[in-house]
Each structure stands twice: as structure tokens, then as C-alpha cells.
């Protein structure tokens, strides 16, 4: 079984700065190096809307909002992606979770609650 589990949220101020991590357990190295990893995001009363995209061996993907400020990157060997967030704002507070499509399947994430203040 793959699971995916997120970690990292919490509460920042306007400007601030935090790393979400996203571990994946139970995939084999060669399949997770070239897996497309999403991270999504849903704040209150709104559609969960995909941020950032990771694919093995091609240039990451990210919504016109976040560019310049968000960065996903990936550790194959700790079968991690991250998603390093600067420059804050209060309109990123969401829950963030991260997605992989296996074996037919779309697999979540449980989600890590990141709260900006203005």
C-alpha cells in the first residue's frame, strides 16, 4: 500500500516563510523518481485548486499565484517533495495536501493546515 502524509503547516505572519513535506511510503524508488507529485491546496468555502506539480525529469509547474514565491522540490532517495513557501500571504491560508496518481488510482494526502495573518 502507498499512503502519502503531509507535515510541515502551521501559523505564520505576512512575509513569513514555511517548508511543507510530503512523504511517501510504500512506493519503489524507480516508480516515486518518476511519479507526478501535486501538491493542492483548499482554503474555506472554496474549491481545492492544484498549486504545484512535480514530475520526474521535467521542469515543475506552479499556479500564476504562487510563482516566484513557491518551490517544490523532491528527494527521491527519502521518497519526499516539498514545498518551500516565502513570502507569505494571507490569502495562501489553506489546507495543503499532497497527490500522486498510482496504479489507477489518485492518492491523497491527509492535509496540513497553513494559516497566514495579515
Known amino acids: 500500500q502507498v499512503y502519502l502524509r503531509e507535515s510541515g503547516g502551521g501559523s505564520v505572519q505576512a512575509g513569513g516563510s514555511l517548508k511543507l513535506s510530503c512523504r511517501v511510503s510504500g512506493m519503489i524508488l524507480s516508480v516515486f523518481t518518476s511519479n507526478v507529485i501535486n501538491w493542492y491546496r483548499q482554503a474555506p468555502g472554496k474549491q481545492r485548486e492544484l498549486v504545484a506539480t512535480?514530475?520526474?525529469?521535467?521542469?515543475?509547474s506552479y499556479i500564476d499565484s504562487v510563482k516566484g514565491r513557491f518551490t517544490i522540490s523532491k528527494d527521491n532517495t527519502r521518497r519526499s517533495v516539498y514545498l518551500q513557501m516565502d513570502g507569505l500571504k494571507p490569502e495562501d491560508t489553506a489546507v495543503y495536501y499532497c497527490?500522486?496518481?498510482?496504479?489507477?488510482?489518485?492518492?491523497w494526502g491527509p492535509g496540513t493546515q497553513v494559516t497566514v495573518s495579515s
Open positions: 497527490q500522486a496518481p498510482y496504479s489507477g488510482k489518485d492518492l
Open positions: 512535480s514530475i520526474g525529469g521535467s521542469s515543475p
